[in-house]
């Protein structure tokens, strides 16, 4: 056989391998397109709901986000999570956990699910685990807004490139909500020069300290966080700053059950010093934006007084 006519019958060959090539690439291309349009959504899991919402605003309608911790009246230090929980934090995507100690069910949750984007607020802020003085109480931190939807665009651009400046705009989005809280702080920092404050619990330490704010007396809001009874020295500390009018206001969780918390209070009541309530749950039907103005407006009006 001529080499001519060995061309003539390679040429129908290799042509029917393009075009078989072409075939299956267009079936792959339909196949791919077909399975990244059913998994072109994030689920998203956050261990509180204040997260959560940033989770939501970033996300938009790309996905679906789950808060664990979801009502005022739940406990994040007793809560103790499902079969059903374990399994949303499986099937996630992304999951914020605000790390320091704070969940660690969420963490442990996290470790499991190896495919997941994860977030941990510890590790955002640099916290040590038993850190002393350490707060691990992140949604107090007043750079929140702009520092976890950041980390929230980049998680999910990781997962959908093509969508990248849509989660980067929501995030700004967000942030420029969060413009008139960053007001309100820069206007409180200002009235916090050179006022005293006492605390049942050290919750609203993250957003006190940022701005300022000279907080006496730490050892009994420490000690009613752990559970623990303030110690005699310390109510005593407490009752003499107060008698000698040096306090500006006092800041009560009022999901603080400790008795010695309470006559705390009672105390500052007696002698007409402002107490200005700073929850560790965000209240129901209610933003984090707005639950963060109201007691900063609170603490803003009682520093008037």
């Known amino acids: ?20 090539g072409m075939i299956f690439y267009s079936a792959w291309q339909r196949q791919e397109t077909k399975v990244s349009t059913s998994k072109n959504k994030i689920t998203v899991v956050a261990s509180l709901d204040s997260y959560g919402e940033m989770a ?4 938009g309608k790309q996905g679906t ?24 934090y499986q099937k996630a995507d992304v999951i914020v956990s605000n790390g320091g100690g704070f969940d660690n069910w969420s963490l442990n949750f996290a470790k499991q699910n190896k495919a997941a984007k994860t977030i941990n607020l510890a590790h955002l802020y640099n916290y040590k685990d038993g850190t002393s003085g350490g707060n691990e109480h992140f949604w107090y931190k007043t750079d929140l807004t702009t520092r976890l939807t950041n980390q929230l665009a980049v998680k999910y651009s990781q997962l959908m490139p093509a969508k990248k400046t ?25 009235r ?6 006492l605390a049942t619990e050290p919750v609203f330490d993250n957003t006190l300290l ?9 050892q009994f809001a420490r000690a009613v966080e752990e559970g623990d009874d303030p110690t005699p020295s310390d109510v005593r500390e407490w009752q003499e700053l107060i008698k000698q009018g040096q306090i500006a206001a006092v800041i009560d969780n009022p999901q603080a059950t400790g008795k010695l918390a309470k006559q705390g209070v009672d105390y500052a009541k007696a002698h007409d010093v402002p107490i200005v309530q700073a929850r560790e749950t965000k209240p129901a039907q209610t933003s984090y934006i707005a639950w963060q ?11 008037q007084e």
């Not at 939501?56 to 996300?59: H, Y």
């Not at 809560?79 to 374990?86: F, K, L, Q, R, S």
């Not at 940022?210 to 907080?215: I, K, Q, S, T």
């Open 192 to 197: 916090l020069d050179g006022k005293k404050l």
């Open 293 to 303: 103005l109201k007691q900063l407006n609170a603490l803003n009006e009682a520093l």
């Open 65 to 88: 986000v789950t808060s664990i911790i979801n009502k005022q009246n739940m406990d994040p230090h007793e809560y103790e999570p499902t079969a059903n929980v374990a399994k949303q």
């Open 1 to 20: 056989m001529s080499n001519k006519q060995t061309k003539f019958i390679w040429v129908p060959a290799i042509l029917v391998v393009i075009l078989l």
């Open 166 to 190: 849509y989660f980067e705009k929501n995030a700004k989005n967000y942030q420029k909500k969060a413009e008139k809280l960053v007001d309100l702080q820069n206007q409180v920092k200002t």
């Open 56 to 59: 939501e605003a970033v996300l």
């Open 210 to 218: 940022a701005l300022g704010a000279d907080m006496q007396d730490q």
